[in-house]
């Protein structure tokens, strides 16, 4: 039996693993990449996007919750889960049991995972994230010789990666994006002058590494390029990516509108000539953006037709006046597509946000399809 659907995911996962490679080629043979899942992949389903990215060369992944490793372990995964943004202290049980590599992000959460491993008496790899600017998660560049102290003091406790984060990498132009290469570069020698050599040495995200010159360290955090999406139009110049999630539905009614009829909450539309109406059963209750009424755009027969009136919880309404005879049942691209019919990044400039939360909100529409 076939599912009836009237809007369907689809998230292709040979596109996913092509922009993997596409990446890659843009960094030296010794990088290894690390690809960011957290937040069920961005909204394209965690196990699967993980399943598909393992078939490529990838040294673990990166997640933002121990729930998430849980997944992935009980799923089978043996690679390493690099814990992004932090921990609690009381995840650290979990941690240990889902053999998680926590990033430690300051001076307390080095003491709680001190506690732990006395507590305990085990040992633990890390990842030190040190602040070079961005002052969100991270130890500021003044306190590091005091977790230098403290790791001296505590065997048990193994460096095995330094990382940190950028505020504008998508701005290689800005003087911020040297300042914190610059600053990173400097912890990165203060440590190595103090005896430790981290393993891993990471700063850079999916524009990072679009956009970097020279250093590059030895591991990448890809996330939004994998998904298709572009950090900002210039990457368009630097790398092609191709779309990884489609929305697509029908049109499940038709309204024939005459000069100075309205159509749907407000009102904030009247035809102003005759008018025909597709309506699609997806709305701001699916996370499309409320903000597309009589903004955004889909795609039918390959034709751009605008979005008219208010975005409702589950409709919205097409103008098909210049589409010929448009029948009930027609599929319609709502984002994403075969042909990038509608770009993410295009969409989401319109709804005056980025395409990474488009796909965290689209993300939960069911069914989805993967395609291989
Ligand atoms: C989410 C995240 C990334 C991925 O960033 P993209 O812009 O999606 O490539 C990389 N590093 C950290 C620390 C993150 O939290």
Same mark, same amino acid.
């Given at each position: 039996?076939?599912?009836?659907?009237?809007?369907?995911?689809?998230?292709?996962?040979?596109?996913?693993?092509?922009?993997?490679?596409?990446?890659?080629?843009?960094?030296?043979?010794?990088?290894?990449?690390?690809?960011?899942?957290?937040?069920?992949?961005?909204?394209?389903?965690?196990?699967?996007?993980?399943?598909?990215?393992?078939?490529?060369?990838?040294?673990?992944?990166?997640?933002?919750?121990?729930?998430?490793?849980?997944l992935l372990r009980r799923a089978g995964f043996i690679h390493p889960l690099i814990l992004l943004s932090g921990f609690e202290k009381d995840w650290l049980p979990d941690i240990?049991?889902?053999?998680?590599?926590?990033?430690?992000?300051?001076?307390?959460?080095?003491?709680?995972?001190?506690?732990?491993?006395?507590?305990?008496?085990?040992?633990?790899?890390?990842?030190?994230?040190?602040?070079?600017?961005?002052?969100?998660?991270?130890?500021?560049?003044?306190?590091?010789?005091?977790?230098?102290?403290?790791?001296?003091?505590?065997?048990?406790?193994?460096?095995?990666?330094?990382?940190?984060?950028?505020?504008?990498?998508?701005?290689?132009?800005?003087?911020?994006?040297?300042?914190?290469?610059?600053?990173?570069?400097?912890?990165?020698?203060?440590?190595?002058?103090?005896?430790?050599?981290?393993?891993?040495?990471?700063?850079?995200?999916?524009?990072?590494?679009?956009?970097?010159?020279?250093?590059? $360290?030895?591991?990448?955090?890809?996330?939004?390029?994998? %998904?298709?999406?572009?950090?900002? !139009? &210039?990457?368009? *110049?630097? @790398? #092609?990516?191709?779309?990884?999630?489609?929305?697509?539905?029908?049109?499940?009614?038709?309204?024939?509108?005459?000069?100075?009829?309205?159509?749907?909450?407000?009102?904030?539309?009247?035809?102003?000539?005759?008018?025909?109406? $597709?309506?699609?059963?997806?709305?701001?209750?699916?996370? %499309?953006?409320?903000?597309?009424? !009589? &903004?955004?755009? *889909?795609? @039918? #027969?390959?034709?751009?037709?605008?979005?008219?009136?208010?975005?409702?919880?589950?409709?919205?309404?097409?103008?098909?006046?210049?589409?010929?005879?448009?029948?009930?049942?027609?599929?319609?691209i709502l984002l994403g597509g075969e042909r990038e019919e509608v770009p993410a990044d295009e969409l989401a400039q319109l709804a005056d946000t980025i395409s990474y939360e488009?796909?965290?909100?689209?993300?939960?529409?069911?069914?989805?399809?993967?395609?291989?």
């Amino acid at each position: 039996m076939g599912i009836f659907w009237t809007r369907l995911l689809e998230i292709n996962l040979y596109n996913l693993k092509e922009n993997l490679r596409s990446l890659r080629k843009l960094l030296p043979e010794e990088v290894e990449i690390l690809p960011v899942i957290k937040n069920d992949a961005y909204g394209h389903g965690l196990l699967e996007v993980a399943r598909a990215l393992t078939e490529e060369k990838v040294y673990g992944f990166g997640i933002s919750e121990p729930y998430e490793a849980h997944l992935l372990r009980r799923a089978g995964f043996i690679h390493p889960l690099i814990l992004l943004s932090g921990f609690e202290k009381d995840w650290l049980p979990d941690i240990k049991v889902l053999r998680i590599t926590p990033v430690v992000t300051s001076i307390f959460t080095l003491e709680w995972l001190i506690d732990f491993t006395l507590k305990k008496a085990v040992t633990f790899e890390f990842h030190l994230k040190v602040d070079t600017g961005m002052h969100r998660f991270g130890v500021p560049m003044h306190e590091l010789l005091e977790i230098i102290e403290r790791l001296r003091e505590n065997p048990q406790l193994q460096l095995t990666g330094l990382m940190t984060h950028l505020a504008c990498s998508e701005r290689p132009e800005d003087p911020i994006f040297h300042a914190q290469i610059k600053e990173f570069k400097k912890a990165l020698s203060l440590l190595t002058s103090e005896g430790f050599n981290p393993k891993f040495v990471h700063l850079y995200n999916s524009a990072g590494i679009i956009f970097s010159e020279d250093f590059k $360290g030895n591991l990448v955090r890809p996330g939004i390029a994998l %998904y298709g999406g572009y950090p900002c !139009n &210039k990457a368009r *110049a630097r @790398i #092609r990516l191709k779309p990884v999630m489609t929305l697509k539905s029908k049109v499940v009614e038709i309204k024939h509108l005459k000069k100075g009829e309205i159509a749907g909450y407000g009102p904030t539309f009247t035809a102003k000539r005759e008018t025909l109406l $597709g309506i699609i059963p997806v709305g701001y209750g699916d996370g %499309y953006p409320r903000i597309l009424s !009589n &903004k955004g755009f *889909a795609v @039918i #027969r390959g034709q751009r037709v605008p979005i008219v009136g208010t975005i409702s919880m589950k409709a919205l309404y097409l103008d098909l006046t210049e589409i010929p005879s448009p029948q009930l049942g027609e599929e319609v691209i709502l984002l994403g597509g075969e042909r990038e019919e509608v770009p993410a990044d295009e969409l989401a400039q319109l709804a005056d946000t980025i395409s990474y939360e488009l796909f965290c909100n689209l993300g939960k529409i069911i069914p989805r399809r993967y395609k291989e």
